[in-house]
């Protein structure tokens, strides 16, 4: 079946640095990408939709120039998190989807700790 | 209100039925969806269902959809302690894979 890898699964990095999240679909080419941020005990929170060559949509209140979204090609997004704040400590998930619009499936998070 | 709504917890004995139940405001929802996540780790896709049909069966799974009042339910037959974890019931927004999700269902399995 169809397979999101993301990586890393876990960081830790200092406040003001930045930190790059992968998300790779292993077996079909993903048109679409959505990251969500993931609160403890709370629900997904859809971020920004990434289509491959294309800029990212932002779902409101997002910062675009804090979460820095890259799609360059088929198989691959990265989510940026600029200037790390321990605010932005957070479980990040990837999901992917093909140009079928069949089910998505999603990477096993990033959890970020900003010290 | 919430687009999509969850009862926060459900406790069964292990060998019951466990139903999760879920609303949903968006009509056009292409698809909607069962995931399952366990402490700590990403969202398993446990089932899904296409929003011209009312039922669906997989295994243990079955999904229930009343389009009309836009309610979905996932019952886990012979539910075992592996079945722990949260459940999220996502629809997709405008038609297509943009998903919004309910808050989780925590279920809670005891021997």
């Known amino acids: 079946g169809a397979v999101v890898s993301q990586h890393p699964s876990w960081v830790i990095c200092k406040s003001g640095t930045s930190v790059k999240i992968e998300c790779r679909s292993l077996d079909f080419q993903a048109t679409t990408m959505f990251w969500y941020r993931q609160f403890p005990k709370q629900s997904l929170m859809l971020m920004a939709t990434s289509n491959e060559g294309s800029k990212a949509t932002y779902e409101q209140g997002v910062e675009k120039d804090k979460f820095l979204i890259n799609h360059a090609s088929l198989t691959l997004s990265t989510l940026t998190v600029t200037s790390a704040h321990p605010e932005d400590s957070s479980f990040y998930i990837c999901s992917a989807g093909d140009i079928s619009n069949s089910p998505l499936h999603f990477g096993n998070g990033t959890r970020l700790t900003v010290t | 209100g919430e687009d999509v709504e969850q009862s926060l917890f459900l406790s069964v004995r292990e060998g019951d039925s466990s139903v999760i139940n879920c609303t949903y405001t968006?009509?056009?929802?292409?698809?909607l969806y069962w995931y399952k996540q366990e402490p700590g780790a990403g969202l398993q896709l446990l089932t899904y269902?296409?929003?011209?049909?009312d039922m669906k069966q997989d295994q243990r799974l079955t999904v229930l959809l009343n389009k009309k009042d836009k309610h979905l339910s996932l019952r886990i037959a012979d539910t075992q302690t592996g079945d722990s974890a949260i459940y999220f019931c996502?629809?997709?927004?405008?038609?297509?894979?943009?998903?919004?999700f309910g808050a989780g269902t925590r279920l809670a399995v005891h021997p």
């Open positions: 269902i296409f929003s011209n049909m």
């Open positions: 996502a629809e997709s927004k405008g038609g297509y894979n943009k998903l919004i």
């Open positions: 968006d009509s056009s929802s292409t698809y």
